[in-house]
C-alpha cells in the first residue's frame, strides 16, 4: 500500500510540476517570428558570457485591477549610448518612457523609438500568422510579447520590424519555435 501511495504521490507531483512549466512559458514575436521559451527574457550571449538584455518582470492581467507589464532592458541605442531600464524607469539621462497597462515605450535624446516592448491580447496574438497561432495553440505561453525597434548590444545590430527580424544583416520572417532560453548571438538567434 505505501508503494501505490508513493507512485501516486509521484504522479501527482509530475503532473502538477509539468502543468507549472506550460503555463509560465513566454512567446515573444520579433518580425514575423515567435519564440517561445519558459523564463520571460531574451539574453545577448557569445562564448563566453550570457547577459540579459530585456527582461519581463510582470505582465498585464485584464481581470487584475493594477497589473502592468514591467521590463527591464540594458541595451544601447543605434549610436551606441546606453539604454537602462529598471521597471519601467529610465536609469540615466536622455530617455523618454512611456508606458500603458500592456506596453512599454523607450525613445532617445532625438525623439526617435529605441524600443516599444508590447503585450498583445488574446485576439490580436490569434489573428498572427497561422504558423506562429499554431504554436501559441500548442505551447500555450502565459503572455505573448511583441518587441518592434533598432538598438544594440554588444556587436549585434538587432531591427525588429513588422515583417522581419535583422541580426546584424541576417534577416529571420516567418517561424515559430519552442526551446529553452532565447539568445542573440554572433550565429543570430539560438534558442
Do not use: W
Amino acid at each position: 500500500m505505501l508503494n501505490y501511495v508513493n507512485i501516486l504521490t509521484a504522479c501527482c507531483f509530475y503532473y502538477i510540476h509539468l502543468n507549472i512549466i506550460k503555463i509560465m512559458k513566454y512567446a515573444f514575436v520579433l518580425g514575423t517570428s515567435a519564440y517561445i521559451v519558459p523564463q520571460g527574457v531574451i539574453s545577448y550571449a557569445d562564448h563566453e558570457q550570457s547577459k540579459p538584455i530585456i527582461k519581463i518582470n510582470s505582465i498585464y492581467h485584464d481581470n487584475e485591477p493594477g497589473s502592468f507589464l514591467s521590463v527591464d532592458l540594458d541595451i544601447k541605442d543605434t549610436h551606441g549610448n546606453g539604454v537602462i531600464v529598471s521597471n519601467n524607469t529610465a536609469l540615466g539621462t536622455g530617455l523618454k518612457v512611456e508606458t500603458e497597462q500592456n506596453s512599454v515605450k523607450v525613445f532617445g535624446a532625438d525623439g526617435a523609438l529605441i524600443i516599444h516592448v508590447h503585450q498583445i491580447d488574446d485576439e490580436a496574438a490569434l489573428s498572427l500568422q497561422l504558423n506562429i497561432t499554431a504554436e501559441l495553440e500548442r505551447n500555450a505561453p502565459i503572455a505573448v510579447i511583441r518587441i518592434f525597434g533598432e538598438f544594440t548590444t554588444h556587436d549585434l545590430r538587432i531591427s525588429a520590424e513588422n515583417e522581419k527580424l535583422f541580426i546584424n544583416d541576417e534577416g529571420y520572417a516567418t517561424s515559430a519555435l519552442a526551446g529553452n532560453d532565447l539568445r542573440f548571438t554572433e550565429a543570430g538567434v539560438v534558442l
